[in-house]
């Protein structure tokens, strides 16, 4: 599949997933290519059909396309809960286990996420995989003493390398963290590794979004479709 094809497929499933956003919607905005189609749709319905939604940002980059629209954005501690997010997923299982945190957003991605009543990523088809892991799994991590996390990591066979950015320098998250990526290339257990990560100590957060997605929505060369979780449905 080549880059036109990819992204054909990521603009039907933004095109699709921005349906669901109704006025008077509390909205959760991911990150991603897949959500840059998604703003852009819903700012044209906003400037064409009259939409008006809040929307809360899982990042810097889409709060600020979504603000060139005239769309609302609030902090996500003014409001009391959201009724939809829509974000993307870099892998997708068949038990609606994702991962997440490629464009370095996971933190305030699974904050968000737990904090919306209805969640949906959407995804061109190449994201759907049999297990999780070929994508290098996120984990966020705190500066201080990043590299004796990363030693730990090494020592459990987890593959770490420390995100760069094209200067050689770490990746900085919104929160001003970095990111370590882990090359695991299957994740069998994904609920026992996210257990061990997150009481590292210093690991802020990891990219394991486990069964909390609702729908999936998959650009696909016939058209989207939208998988449906039957343990949230």
Not at 17 to 28: D, E, Q, T
Not at 46 to 75: C, D, H, M, P, W
Not at 76 to 102: P, Q, S, Y
Not at 121 to 148: N, Q, R, T
Request: charged fraction near 30%; include cysteine; glycine fraction near 10%.
């Amino acid at each position: 599949m080549d880059k036109a094809q990819q992204d054909a497929m990521k603009k039907e499933a933004g095109i699709e997933a921005a349906k669901l956003v109704k006025s008077g919607m509390i909205v959760g905005l991911g990150t991603g290519s897949t959500v840059r189609f998604l703003v852009d749709e819903l700012g044209r319905r906003k400037q064409e059909e009259g939409l008006e939604f809040t929307g809360v940002t899982t990042s810097r980059r889409t709060q600020e396309q979504a603000e060139g629209y005239g769309i609302k954005i609030v902090n996500i501690d003014d409001v009391d809960h959201i009724d939809l997010c829509i974000d993307g997923a870099d892998e997708v299982d068949k038990n609606f286990n994702g991962i997440k945190g490629g464009g370095a957003a996971l933190l305030w991605e699974k904050i968000v996420a737990i904090n919306s009543d209805h969640i949906v990523w959407i995804v061109d088809a190449s994201k759907l995989v049999d297990v999780i892991g070929k994508f290098p799994l996120p984990v966020e991590v705190i500066p201080f003493g990043a590299m004796h996390v990363i030693e730990r990591m090494k020592e459990r066979g987890y593959k770490p390398t420390l995100r760069l950015d094209a200067d050689g320098k770490p990746v900085r998250t919104d929160e001003n963290n970095y990111v370590v990526d882990l090359h695991l290339e299957r994740i069998d257990d994904p609920a026992g590794l996210h257990e061990d990560l997150i009481n590292m100590v210093g690991v802020v957060e990891d990219g394991l979004f486990l069964d909390m997605v609702n729908e999936v929505i998959v650009g696909d060369p016939n058209g989207p479709r939208t998988l449906v979780n039957p343990n949230k449905a």
